[in-house]
């Protein structure tokens, strides 16, 4: 499928990677056929990407007609196998914005279906506090900006940030289709620093089985300038997802 817009450029104002280790068994029941978790340290990598974006256009747009907002992605780390061997990447089973454009058009003219979301939070140069509420799903977090990393998923955050890096192609849901939109960031400015998790709480999560989501870590992104692109080809999916309706807000 062809979209009337193939790319758009973009500031992260501020991004957070809130990761949790989750159980193989209950990530793979998440995914559609043809996707399967990727592993770390015998975990599924999974989360909530928070993003605030500004200065959001397509490359020949003038900047005074950029628009920004507040974006979640709920995501698992996924990997397939395509004619190139072993690609990687992330799943995301649902979108949220805080602005009516991506849920207008969003898998319309360009990928990514989205659900209305309200955002409310603050933020210091030290911590950040996001609040998302929407009709199928809640999110909170509040996260310290900190020196030291902790993490039983990733060593060093050296290591998670290429982790993320590697995977920075996501797939989601098409609409009115059993087949995947795909979006690619990139960017020449790849930048993170650690957080410290102070409180987080998502209804998706909390829905899945007790015990097999495990909160890890968090990575900040700031001022990083990137560009959404479609991907030249997509994973072959072979059935649809195998998600119980209770874990996946609807």
Request: hydrophobic share 40%; charged share 20%.
């Amino acid at each position: 499928m062809s979209y009337f817009l193939p790319s758009l450029t973009a500031t992260i104002e501020r991004r957070l990677l809130i990761n949790y280790a989750l159980d193989p068994s209950v990530a793979a029941e998440l995914l559609p056929g043809g996707l399967r978790p990727q592993l770390v340290n015998g975990s599924a990598v999974a989360g909530v990407c928070l993003i605030r974006l500004g200065d959001m256009r397509t490359p020949w747009m003038p900047r005074a007609l950029g628009w920004g907002a507040e974006n979640a992605a709920h995501r698992i780390a996924v990997e397939w196998d395509d004619e190139g061997g072993t690609q990687r990447g992330v799943y995301i089973p649902v979108r949220h914005s805080a602005s009516w454009v991506p849920v207008a058009v969003g898998g319309r003219l360009f990928p990514g279906v989205h659900r209305h979301a309200r955002f409310t939070g603050s933020e210091t140069p030290n911590r950040i506090r996001v609040e998302l509420s929407a009709s199928d799903l809640r999110v909170s977090a509040d996260v310290a900006v900190v020196s030291e990393w902790r993490s039983r998923l990733f060593p060093t955050v050296d290591d998670a940030s290429e982790f993320f890096r590697a995977g920075s192609t996501g797939w989601s849901p098409r609409r009115g289709s059993e087949e995947l939109d795909g979006l690619s960031l990139g960017t020449d400015h790849w930048a993170v620093e650690p957080g410290r998790l102070l409180n987080v709480e998502s209804s998706f999560f909390d829905a899945l089985p007790e015990g097999s989501a495990r909160l890890d870590s968090v990575l900040v992104m700031r001022d990083v300038p990137i560009v959404w692109s479609v991907p030249s080809r997509s994973p072959q999916i072979t059935r649809e997802s195998s998600t119980p309706s209770a874990a996946v807000p609807r």
